[in-house]
């Protein structure tokens, strides 16, 4: 309870302090140790929304997705014990994807620490090696300095994510008058964009003019930057290709005549490593040029010159001999960039890009549509991205688990608009991210149409989420890919272990009576014929709808993924 009109407790303070920074989400679950942070919240006048979710897991996979979409800090809370380390997968990967995520963890009391109370844990060592910054609180007055703390470290230079653990007797405790403010900018992120240096300006434009065949390869920093416009007006200006990884899909509309797509192993195609091959320089922007987009660092060939813009200068060079190194905000040394490229003559025959990019994406297109036309059974996976190509708006949200639905969306999926429109957990890949993760997104972006496209391995990961989608009314459509199997390591054991399948196949669900149980309007598709019609017709209904779709199994498929096509 408040103890005066110049006092507050513990949990009231957090509460205030949250509303100060602008937060209107917090997605999480409820136990013992967090009792006074709840009375706080249903007590007081704030304006923040809370969403009971049915797993903490997927409180901060929500939390992700919504500051994905927003580009504000997302929020998740969990209690002590087995809350705390449920609460720890969605940190993780959001940490590594470089989005704002505050994960906030109630504790036992601090009087009882080391007598062995019940689900008792150090929440310190926890959270230190997987998050940005961690602390556990000790004392109420503790409270304000460190969210405060926590939302400066979320979205100054590289984004990531914070933890704070808040003992039950510390949300208690009063505050003699509290010192409650916030610094408004670090509510979202970038705050305070970090400039590049002139000289590696003025070497990296002297770089890129010079090259007859720059390409881009953008990863998620230039989204998160809000890089996509100085990118579009550089690239046009040197007709040069943009590739990019799959978390920086959104750098360039699909549609844009220099953007060749994905490139790496996971969604990238034969066409447009063609481009990257074709190149004689490669910038790199908010890319960390890892294993994935790199084809284990074979794609682009060592030895090339490379310009490397990222917000994180420990990125740069690790994986390839930089040139011109720009460790700054991409948009910042983009503009910066382009404005000295403008002053700058190009060597004669330079820029050949628009063209490199049809070819690749007309040689791309025809082999897509070939499988995607297919009529036989079980359905091709590209016949339900055809489908989503063809149904979805130009503004909807599309999130995939990884698995069978990764490859295929980042290969073939067609963003019409620059931007955050496509959503998958890159970093560390857990089965389980989508459904809670595109529910997190639409509280973000109500206005827009979300999509989940997850495997059927994912769906059992997450199914009782539905019951949190139907009771806030979400309207989100969920696209099952269903086959029976965990058919990433089943394709890997054909590729490479000599088909010797082992664990890997399960019993077919009937998803849509998991669904229909939960009050979700569901359809089964069996007949390639009736994708498109039963995606539109999920895509329009006014409620939460799934389609279970019955499709081909992963190691039998053409899936864009270098390592299965030899």
């Known amino acids: 309870m408040a103890t005066g009109d110049n006092r507050m407790t513990g949990a009231e303070a957090v509460v205030r302090m949250l509303e100060a920074y602008g937060v209107t989400h917090v997605f999480g679950l409820c136990g013992d140790t967090s009792l006074p942070l709840y009375d706080a919240l249903a007590r007081l006048d704030h304006g923040i929304t809370h969403v009971l979710t049915r797993d903490e897991r997927n409180a901060a996979y929500m939390a992700d997705g919504y500051a994905r979409v927003t580009g504000r800090v997302g929020v998740c809370e969990g209690p002590s014990g087995g809350g705390a380390t449920y609460l720890l997968p969605g940190l993780v990967e959001s940490n590594e994807s470089s989005v704002p995520v505050l994960g906030i963890t109630t504790d036992v009391p601090v009087t009882a620490r080391g007598r062995y109370p019940l689900t008792e844990l150090d929440q310190q060592r926890l959270f230190a090696p997987l998050t940005k910054w961690n602390k556990v609180i000790d004392s109420a007055a503790e409270i304000p300095q460190t969210l405060r703390t926590a939302f400066r470290a979320m979205t100054v230079g590289k984004p990531g994510t914070a933890h704070i653990g808040l003992p039950h007797d510390v949300q208690t405790r009063p505050l003699q008058d509290p010192d409650i403010w916030a610094q408004k900018e670090h509510g979202s992120t970038p705050a305070w964009r970090p400039g590049p240096d002139a000289e590696a300006v003025a070497r990296a434009a002297a770089a890129i003019a010079a090259a007859r065949r720059p390409v881009f390869i953008c990863g998620g920093g230039i989204v998160i930057s809000g890089a996509m416009a100085a990118l579009d007006s550089l690239a046009t200006a040197l007709d040069a290709p943009v590739c990019t990884t799959i978390s920086g899909q959104g750098a360039l509309a699909e549609s844009h005549p220099l953007c060749a797509g994905v490139v790496g192993s996971n969604g990238g195609t034969p066409e447009t490593q063609a481009v990257v091959a074709a190149a004689d320089l490669v910038v790199f922007v908010g890319c960390r040029a890892g294993s994935t987009s790199t084809e284990h660092w074979r794609t682009p060939k060592q030895g090339l010159p490379i310009v490397h813009i990222d917000i994180d200068p420990m990125v740069i060079s690790c994986n390839y001999a930089t040139d011109v190194a720009l460790p700054c ?173 082992f664990s890997v196949d399960f019993d077919r669900t009937d998803h849509v009576a998991v669904a229909e149980a939960y009050g979700v309007k569901a359809w089964r598709i069996e007949d390639p014929a009736a994708v498109e019609t039963a995606i539109a017709e999920a895509v329009a209904h006014d409620g939460p709808s799934l389609v279970d779709i019955i499709c081909q199994p992963l190691e039998e498929a053409a899936a864009p993924v270098s390592q299965w096509m030899g």
């Open 329 to 501: 905000d991409a948009r910042l040394a983009l503009e910066a960039i382009g404005a000295e490229i403008a002053r700058r003559p190009r060597p004669a025959g330079a820029g050949d890009g628009a063209a490199l990019v049809a070819k690749a994406k007309a040689e791309k297109r025809a082999r897509f549509a070939e499988i995607a036309d297919s009529q036989e059974r079980p359905i091709r996976p590209e016949r339900v991205v055809e489908a989503l190509n063809r149904v979805l708006p130009e503004d909807a949200v599309v999130v995939a688990d990884p698995g069978t639905p990764c490859p295929y969306l980042s290969a073939y999926y067609e963003l019409e608009r620059p931007g955050r429109h496509f959503i998958t957990n890159r970093a560390h890949g857990a089965l389980g991210y989508s459904m809670a993760a595109a529910a997190g997104a639409w509280f973000g972006r109500p206005e827009a149409k979300v999509v989940a496209v997850m495997g059927d391995g994912s769906f059992a990961f997450t199914a009782g989420e539905m019951e949190t989608i139907v009771r806030y009314g979400v309207p989100l459509t969920m696209i099952v890919i269903s086959n029976a199997v965990f058919g990433w390591i089943k394709a890997s054991q054909k590729a490479a272990y000599e088909a010797r399948y």
